[in-house]
């Protein structure tokens, strides 16, 4: 397991084709298609986060989960 804590080294590790969890691997981070936002996904019931706060504002840095990880280098 590779621990992630910043939001730079966990859309690089999205952005690398690697599968990153949230807490638990029931959270999967993805990059939106749609307007390339990074985003958290329950695989479980489809609920769906912002990976961190508000760009632009005090809380763009907070990211909106506590353990990030992946499993492969």
Known sequence: MIVLET??????????????YSDTKAY?????????TYLIVCSLNG?????????GTEYENNLNGTKFFTETE
């Open 28 to 36: 999967n981070v993805i990059k939106s298609k749609v307007n390339e």
């Open 7 to 20: 939001k730079e080294e966990i859309k690089k590790a999205v952005d690398a084709g690697k599968t990153v």
């Open 47 to 55: 609920y769906t986060i912002g990976l961190h706060g508000l760009e």
